[in-house]
């Protein structure tokens, strides 16, 4: 069973930066295209950035220039690098894949952005 465990997140003040990490495993990890979404209270989940096997990274407007999506294969993690954090940047992030027409998802690690 493909198994995410996010880690990373915390409290942070406004301005400041975190780095959040997805230990991957049981799937062929530098394979597969790997997203991180987030969801903030009372609102539905958001698309924040995606990488793909080859190592091609995307990301939403809201979060460009601030946020770096990178993977290490011989490591099967996944890293998002967030600088520049905003209040409004303050949700759970997953980090999810799809495997074999099947998404999986991660538990999640909380950041909260607060002076």
């Known amino acids: 069973e493909v198994q995410l465990v996010e880690s990373g997140g915390g409290l942070v003040q406004p301005g400041g930066s975190l780095r959040l990490s997805c230990a991957a495993s049981e799937f062929t990890f530098g394979s597969y295209d790997m997203t991180w979404v987030r969801q903030a209270p009372g609102k539905g ?67 909260t952005v607060s002076s």
């Open 45 to 111: 989940p958001e698309w924040v950035s995606r990488i793909n096997s080859g190592g091609t990274t995307y990301y939403a407007d809201s979060v460009k220039g601030r946020f770096t999506i990178s993977r290490d294969n011989a490591k099967n993690t996944l890293y998002l690098q967030m600088n520049s954090l905003k209040p409004e940047d303050a949700a759970v992030y997953y980090c999810t894949t799809m495997v074999s027409g099947s998404d999986y998802w991660g538990q999640g690690t909380q950041v």
